[in-house]
Nanobody, 124 residues
Framework: QVQLVESGGGLVQAGGSLRLSCAAS????????MGWYRQAPGKQRELVAD????????NYADAVKGRFTISRDNAKNTVYLHMNNLKPEDTAVYYC?????????????????WGQGTQVTVSS
């Protein structure tokens, strides 16, 4: 079907920067939305940012506006998350997701796919 592979997490000091990458591959017909969620220990998974392929709509969580930027390389089915001025409260596992129409046995179903998650730790 479809696989999402993330990279770029790590440990950084407060005020630092990281860039996350996520590449989608497999039986992709089209991608409607790609984005990032995060889940901190003891908290629910929350939307960080997402981007529609057609129309160019971008959404950011209030907590990251002005610090994080989402970008896409549609030719490579890849989404990036540029994170600047990181804060300890940004510490979480970051998950890439994609809303995909894929080919399967002559059909074209639509589903959400998720990456395995990448840890981002911001020290104070």
């Amino acid at each position: 079907q479809v696989q999402l592979v993330e990279s770029g997490g790590g440990l950084v000091q407060a005020g630092g920067s990281l860039r996350l990458s996520c590449a989608a591959s497999g039986s992709i017909f089209s991608i409607n939305v790609m984005g990032w969620y995060r889940q901190a220990p003891g908290k629910q998974r929350e939307l960080v940012a997402d981007s529609t392929t057609h129309g160019g709509t971008i959404n950011y969580a209030d907590a990251v506006k002005g610090r994080f930027t989402i970008s896409r390389d549609n030719a490579k089915n890849t989404v990036y998350l540029h994170m600047n001025n990181l804060k300890p409260e940004d510490t979480a596992v970051y998950y890439c997701y994609a809303d995909v129409i894929y080919s399967s046995g002559g059909y074209y179903p639509r589903a959400d796919f998720w990456g395995q998650g990448t840890q981002v730790t911001v020290s104070s």
